[in-house]
């Protein structure tokens, strides 16, 4: 297929090897690098500062020798590219008529120059001193006529079209200043950045080049590519490695090795269309005033088919990699907590009662109030934890419960709900099968005795039902679906496992460990109809409604990536291939897609819960829909 019509569109940054001041080599060899990377799919190749000369030229740039070759070079340049499919950017210096020396991003096309970008910061301090060579490129606005190039405009204020995004350049130090023409550039409607670099190596500065291109691309909510001068530019005091970066939204993409003397590039797939949605329910963004006087190129560039994709995505897109899922898990743990603190300052409360399941839901929320216990220095006995076995209650979860109470030295409240289900339904005239109202009888039961209990000692409810959940409309309304405070409520399932293993490891003595990894290893499951024969879990989640972990994934890509039906579907087949067939995803999408729409009633009135992270359903914040909404089946497949 093609990965373009996607939203996908392919973009290179090459550090290439550079003989000073030969601007004709470089030209040749930035034509061969060219048609070797166009051939991979790539709509545009971006060079370093100066790449046509060399950075390190100093009072050579000066000499009218260097600066006829650099114009014979870019006309060469452009002839050698003419039928390449991609647009080619590259830094070299440029006399204007007037006598100032400009460093400029030459952006080529059909063996034309579209347009130059001048440098506007020029660094004049520490190892860089340009002032003594090339003036600023801020209010410079001149239109060239060059017989081998054609008409182009020498400014900083040009967005570039590329298929169906644009572009617009800053060079180098323009990206580290106080007020970088950058966001004025994504203002504009760039939504590519490419910075032009020659940025020299001493220590750390990698890692605070990287942090600055990645979050550019987050406070422009675009995507920016980054190339640098390379280890041939290296003269004297300075040393270049050659670093190139693509970030997109905050998101590193892509990164170089540094320090290769025989050059090096990076080819980096940049999705549009999801900067485009995040610009649009970005409100500040949106709303920010637009500059003016911006000249936007015309141009019948277009991009390139991809018959591949050059990025990945993780099967559990909420769950962090690494040492940031111990960082993240601590932090979600803490708002989780300090969240629920707050609610209990605030209805004067004195206990919190926590129905207790045995599962992975009922487990954080208890870990979450022993947290807020703690920051309200109220003692540990102040929970209040219930057990109310029933028709579905396997002994294997009711060990789990008892398990964890020892470990934590608190008691627990039994409270059976089989006879007073058994009443209710009998009341009902319900003939004796295990159907849906059998189910929910005993979730509307055992709430009822929470919010009673709680009445009782002056306590709040606790919720644990989690975000998978109520995505899925995995709840019984006005059940499990209600409480005081949803602790879970901004937490996906596939999450929920990992802070349970965190708290485990990091904060738990052996007995909780112990008891929390009997949680961990336990099926998902309601529990409303009969336990298997042996007393063990009988009703699986996940064999009713589908894997946990591809409904997470869905939602992550819809809610936070604004992906289409058929995207999404596609991205799983691709990230889950060996896991589960594509008509498995196509099932199970369907299956998400029909439950999320049709379940919004239930989120529409949701208890309140913390939001830990950039995806909630929250009918008072991030997410508000009509109840009616019926999702197209067809839409998974166009």
Known sequence: MDFSTLGYIRLAAVSPRVTLADAQTNAETHAEIAHDIARQGTSLVLFPELSLTGYSCEDLFMQRELQQSVEAALVAL?????????????????????????????????????????????????????????????????????????????????????????????????????????????????????????????????????????????????????????????SKDLVFGGHLIAAENGVLLAESDRFKLEGTHLIADFDWQALRLDRARNATFAGARRPEGYRHIDTSNVAQPLADLRRSYARTPFVPDGDDLTERAEEILSIQATGLARRMIAAGAKRLVLGVSGGLDSTLALLVCLR??????????????????????????????????????????????????????????????????FENAQARERTQILFDYAGKVGGLVVGTGDLSELALGWCTFNADHMASYAVNASVPKTLVKHL??????????????????????????????????????????????????????????????????????????????????????????????????????????????????????SPRGDWRMPDEVRPAAKEINT
Not at 79 to 86: G, K, V, W
């Open 372 to 437: 807020a216990l703690e920051m309200t220095k109220c003692p540990n006995t102040d929970l209040i934890l219930i057990s109310m076995p029933g028709p579905g209650t396997s002994a294997h979860t009711q060990e789990s419960v008892q398990q964890i109470a020892n470990a934590l030295a608190l008691e627990r409240i039994e409270i059976p709900i089989h006879e007073a289900v058994s009443a209710h339904l009998q009341d009902l005239s319900h003939a004796d099968t295990e159907d849906l109202v």
């Open 78 to 234: 452009a002839a050698n590219t003419a039928e390449l499919p991609c647009v080619i950017v590259l830094g070299a210096p440029w006399m204007l008529p007037d006598g100032r020396l400009v460093n400029c991003a030459f952006v080529l096309s059909a063996g034309k120059v579209l347009g130059a970008v001048p440098k506007a910061a020029i660094p004049n301090s520490a190892e860089f001193y340009e002032q003594r060579w090339f003036a600023s490129g801020q209010d410079i606005d001149v239109l060239v006529k060059h017989r081998g190039l054609g008409d182009f405009s020498i400014t900083t204020r040009q967005i570039f079209p590329l298929g169906p995004t644009a572009f617009a350049i800053e060079v180098c130090e323009d990206l580290w200043i106080a007020d970088p023409p950058g966001n004025q550039h994504a203002l504009a409607g760039a939504e590519i950045i490419l910075n032009l670099s020659a940025s020299p190596e001493v220590v750390a500065k990698c890692a605070y080049r990287r942090d600055l291109v990645r979050m550019a691309s987050a406070s422009r909510i675009c995507g920016l590519l980054y190339a640098s001068s390379g280890a041939t530019e290296s």
């Open 500 to 617: 349970i293993q965190y708290y485990a490891h990091r904060h738990a003595n052996d007995a909780l460990k112990t008891a929390l990894q009997r949680v961990i290893n336990t099926p998902i499951s309601p529990e409303l109809t009969s336990p298997t024969e042996d007393g063990g879990v009988g009703q699986l989640t996940e064999e009713l409604i589908g894997p946990y972990e591809l409904h997470d994934f869905f939602l992550f890509h819809l809610m936070r990536s604004g992906f289409s039906a058929r995207k999404i579907r596609i991205l799983a087949e691709r990230s889950f291939a060996g896991v589960y067939s594509q008509g498995e995803i196509t099932h199970w999408l369907t299956e998400f897609r029909s439950r999320f729409f049709s379940q919004q009633y239930k989120r529409t009135t949701l208890p309140p819960g913390p939001k830990v992270g950039s995806v909630s359903l």
